[in-house]
C-alpha cells in the first residue's frame, strides 16, 4: 500500500469514527436515563385482617398501619431526617410516656402520630390516604398525603 492510500484511509476513518461519536452521542441524549419507579399505591390485606387498637409495620412497605376505633390509618416509616427506615413502634417506656418509635440512623424519635419527640428530624412522619377498593383489600396511597388525624372509616 502506498504512503499516500495508507494516510488517506487513515484520515477518513478517523473523521468516521468521530463522526460515529458524536452522532452516536446525539441520539443517547435524546433517550435520557429513566428510572420508573415502583407503584406508589401500596396493597394490603382485608380490613378484618387488623383488630381493633393493632400497629402493623412492614420494614420493606416502610410504613405503619394503625386501626383504632375511629378506622384505619396508615403512616410512613421513612424518616424525615435523612431517610432510614423507622423501627417498628415502641410502647411506653422511661424515656418516652407514649408509644414512639426510633430511628436507627441518628435516634430521632417519632410518636404514633408521627410527630416528633427528639431531633435531629423535624418534620413528623408523613400519613398517607387509605381506601378499600372495590376487590375488598384494603390499598395506601403513598401519593396522597394526608392529616395526621385523617382515619378511613370501613
Ligand atoms: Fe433518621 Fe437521621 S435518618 S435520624
Same mark, same amino acid.
Given at each position: ?14 473523521l468516521l469514527a468521530w463522526l460515529a461519536t458524536v452522532l452516536g452521542g446525539m441520539v443517547r441524549f435524546a433517550f435520557p436515563n429513566v428510572l420508573f419507579e415502583p407503584g406508589k ?5 382485608? @380490613?378484618?385482617?387488623?383488630?381493633? $387498637? #393493632? ?15 375511629? +378506622? ?6 421513612? *424518616?424525615?431526617?435523612?431517610? *432510614? ?11 418516652? @410516656?407514649?408509644?414512639? #418509635?426510633? *430511628? @436507627? ?8 402520630? $408521627?410527630? &416528633?419527640? #427528639? +431531633? ?15 376487590? +375488598?383489600?384494603?390499598? &395506601?396511597?403513598?401519593d396522597?398525603? &394526608? ?8
Open positions: 500500500m502506498k504512503r499516500r492510500s495508507f494516510l488517506s484511509i487513515l484520515g477518513w476513518g478517523g399505591k401500596v396493597k394490603l390485606t382485608k @380490613p378484618e385482617d387488623y383488630p381493633i $387498637g #393493632s400497629v402493623t409495620f412492614w420494614a420493606e412497605k416502610r410504613l405503619f398501619l394503625f386501626r383504632g376505633k375511629e +378506622g384505619f390509618r396508615a403512616m410512613s416509616a421513612i *424518616c424525615t431526617h435523612l431517610g *432510614c427506615t423507622v423501627r417498628d413502634s415502641v410502647k411506653v417506656d422511661n424515656e418516652y @410516656p407514649q408509644d414512639h #418509635s426510633h *430511628c @436507627p440512623c441518628h435516634g430521632s424519635v417519632f410518636a404514633r402520630d $408521627g410527630k &416528633v419527640l #427528639s +431531633g435531629p428530624a423535624r418534620r413528623p412522619l408523613e400519613s398517607y390516604r387509605v381506601s378499600l377498593p372495590p376487590d +375488598g383489600y384494603l390499598q &395506601v396511597d403513598k396522597k398525603q &394526608v392529616a395526621a388525624d385523617w382515619y378511613f372509616t370501613v
